[in-house]
Structures are given as C-alpha cells and as structure tokens.
C-alpha cells in the first residue's frame, strides 16, 4: 500500500518543478529580437534541475494517485511538463542532448492524465487565465507554447472542451495572431485547429466560433509562405467549413471563396511544392459537397496502374454532383493549362504533380456532363494533351511517368466515351476519342 507523503517532502517537489519552469521574459517578446542562445543558461538549469526531480517523483510514486493534497503537485507537473514538450518553441532544448529527458516528460504527461480530475484542471485554467491575459502573454513563453500542448493533453481520447475552455482558447489564439512573428501565427492556427477537432460541435456554432476562425485565417490565405503553413492555415480553414452548419452548394459560400483563393494561388505559386498541396485542397473542396466523402477520398489515394482500380475511381468521381465544380470548371481547366507548364521542370515534379492533377481533374471536371463543358473542354484537351506529349520527350519516357499519362488520357477517354446525363458526346469533342486512343497506341511503343 502506497504511502502518503508528508507536507514538507511535497513542498520540496512543488518547488522543485516550479525551479525547472520558464521564467517570465523581462521585455515584451516583439520589444527584443529572441534568439536561442539566450536561453543557454536556462538549459543548464534544466539539464542540472531535471534529473533531480525525475529522481524526486521516482521516489515518491505515492504523488500519481488521486489525493486532493496533491492536486496543485499534479497541475504544476502538467504544466511544466507542456511547457517542454510544447511544439517548434525557441527555447526548447536541442534534440541531441534533450531526447532522453523529453521522453521521460512524455511517459510522466501520459501517466498524470490517469489522476487529474476536475480540481486540477481548474488550477491549470486559472493559471493560464494569469499568465495568457492580452497584455500579459508576450512575456510568458512557457505559458503560451504550454498552452496549445495542454490542449493536446486535456484532449487526448476524444474528450471534448467544455464551452469556458473553448471560449478561453479562442482568446488566445486570436491574441497570440496579433503578434508580428510567424511562429505565433502558427501558434494560433494550432490552437484553432485543436478547438475545432476537440470542440462540442453545438458549442462551436452557438458561440460562432467556426466564423470568427475563418475570418481570421482567410485573411493569411492571401499570402503565401512556407508550404507547413500554407498546410496548416488551409487545413484549419477546411475544418471550419464542417461547423458552417447552412452552407448551401446551390449558392456562392465560403467554398466558394476558398477555391477562387487557391486557384489563383496555384497559378501564383512559384514551386510545384506549393502547387501540389493547393492542388490538394481544390480537389478536397470539389467532393466537399458529396454524400459519401470518406469513399471518394478513399478511393482517390488508391493505386491506379492497376485497372480494375482506375475504372472503379472513374465509377465513383462520376457519381459526384456538386455545384461548385460547376461554377469553377473553366477556371480549373484554364489552371491545369497554366500548370501544366511546371510538369517539364523535372521527373520527380512531373511525377508528384500529374498525380495531384489526375485526382483534381477526377473530382472537379471528370463527373460534370460533357454538355456543360463543351465550351472549354476543347481548348484544354488540345493545349494540356500537348504539354504531356513534351513532358514524354523533355524526360526520356521513363516508365512511371508513362504510366500516369496513359492513366490520365484513360481518364479523359473514359468522360468522352460515358457522357453523363445520358446524352450523346457533343460533335466537336468525338474527334478527340479516336486522336487520343491513337495516342495510347503509340505511346506504348
């Protein structure tokens, strides 16, 4: 049987964690320019500090079971250990001499998750209440980084935020925004992130969380810098679409916005990074709409060399009926053309980047019937089959950007040959079937 351990070996734990904790900043963090190296001496302290109280818990095992005269132990751990284990800090200790002392907070983190209650969680949030207050936070960089990591931690096993905590973290993270430094930036589009993931879905919409969120965001997916951001900003804008409980696919709405943004950001891009992931996100928004997501992205992300596999994601896409890919149709043709050009820049481009517009095409232009493209399809067929043709010769036909061409003129041949709706392929386009199945012929020789 475990036993109780006395005030005064408590008090020597509770301060020795409060020891290894990240003083507060003496200036504002945009007042002084922050670098890692003036953390160097709190990373002796931690170095000499850490293993002293490891050793303390070691110890006293007693301190992880439920006691109430334990709890502010318990909530000072859980922050200390956020704090080091918090994401892409400046001061976090370098990964060769701190990856046994990280793991050692994480197995602790995950082992006082089992004996924090209700009392624990209210001193943590009072806590950063104190310490992430809008004129308070940008001289407290443990609190702040150990924040969206705590996030992480309270939400672990699909336990949802109550409405204080949701209310709280959307305070901060549209404070943390305000801050000229991109990192916090980020900070805040994780904090979102995590809000809509690990939010009540009721809470969210009662309190418009999803529109505050959005507007914020929108606003950075007009610029365009590294592609973990862009990621991270477009992600996040996706999960607010899912709270937007009235969107309509029959009218504009923020789908809408969101795909005239990133197609012209795709044709903006100056690397075929960037385009491959905004690619991405066109072809995520063109099923959107969709009953049955889950099995068009499913079955996009399957291998197509294999026949059987390319008939039945033709099968599916077909199916697709969504509003907006209508309205951008012509758009994402007349893009595909403009990117078309980035598929000479290399074979790995070329491989990565057919591969991101077979899908876009599959979903955005693929399922809508060949009466209602008449007018663009023409032109893009001449101009992108063109640019294939160059990509076979720039690269010297290697074998799997062959296989994705064929892939993609199979695409192609199979919308011109099953027109949707039921109606007959228009005139002008049944010169392209027997064109592009002569192709196919001759492309494998």
Not at 139 to 168: D, S, W
Not at 364 to 375: D, S
Request: charged residues 20%; contains cysteine.
């Amino acid at each position: 049987m475990c036993t109780e351990i006395d005030e005064e070996l408590l008090a020597i734990i509770v301060n020795q964690v409060q020891l290894c904790m990240l003083p507060a900043l003496k200036e504002n963090l945009d007042e002084a320019q922050l670098l890692p190296a003036h953390f160097k001496t709190y990373h002796s302290m931690l170095h000499q500090e850490l293993p002293r109280l490891f050793d303390l818990i070691h110890k006293n095992e007693t301190v992880f079971t439920i006691n109430k005269s334990y709890q502010e132990l318990h909530s000072l751990l859980v922050l200390l250990f956020c704090e080091l284990s918090a994401e892409s800090t400046i001061y976090k200790l370098s990964a060769d001499d701190a990856l046994n002392l990280l793991q050692t907070v994480d197995r602790l983190l995950m082992k006082l998750e089992t004996v924090c209650q209700q009392g624990e969680n209210a001193r943590i949030f009072t806590y950063y209440e104190q310490k992430l207050h809008k004129d308070n936070w940008k001289r407290e960089l443990g609190a702040v980084n150990g924040f969206e990591r705590y996030l992480k931690h309270y939400c672990q096993n699909e336990i949802k935020m109550p409405k204080k905590l949701l209310t709280f973290s959307l305070a901060v993270g549209l404070n943390v925004r305000e801050c000229h430094q991109p990192e916090y930036k980020q900070l805040g589009v994780r904090i979102f992130s995590r809000m809509l993931d690990s939010g009540h879905a009721a809470d969210i919409q009662e309190l418009n969380v999803q529109s505050v969120i959005y507007e914020n965001l929108f606003r950075d997916a007009y610029t365009m810098d590294s592609v973990d951001v862009t990621t991270a900003v477009w992600s996040c804008l996706c999960q607010c679409l899912d709270h937007f409980a009235a969107l309509d696919p029959y009218t504009w709405n923020q789908c809408d916005d969101m795909m005239e943004r990133l197609i012209h950001n795709v044709t903006m891009a100056s690397s075929a990074d960037m385009s491959l992931i905004l690619l991405q996100f066109i072809t995520q928004l063109g099923y959107y709409f969709t009953i049955n997501r889950a099995e068009v992205k499913a079955i996009l992300n399957t291998d197509f060399s294999q026949p059987d596999q390319l008939i039945a994601c033709c099968e599916i896409c077909a199916s697709i009926n969504v509003c907006t890919n209508y309205r951008w149709a012509k758009s994402i043709l007349q893009m595909l053309v403009l990117e078309s050009e980035k598929l000479l820049q290399s074979v790995n481009v070329c491989s990565k980047l057919l591969l991101a517009m077979q899908r876009c095409y599959l979903v955005c232009i693929f399922p809508i019937p060949l009466q209602a493209l008449n007018a663009h399809l023409k032109e893009f067929l001449i101009k992108f089959v063109a640019v294939l043709l160059e990509c076979l010769v720039a690269h010297e036909k290697p074998k799997h950007i062959v296989q994705l061409i064929r892939e993609f003129i199979e695409i192609i041949l199979y919308q011109l040959n099953n027109s949707t709706g039921g109606q007959q392929t228009p005139r002008n386009l049944k010169e392209f079937v027997t064109a592009l199945e002569t192709l196919q012929q001759h492309i494998v020789k």
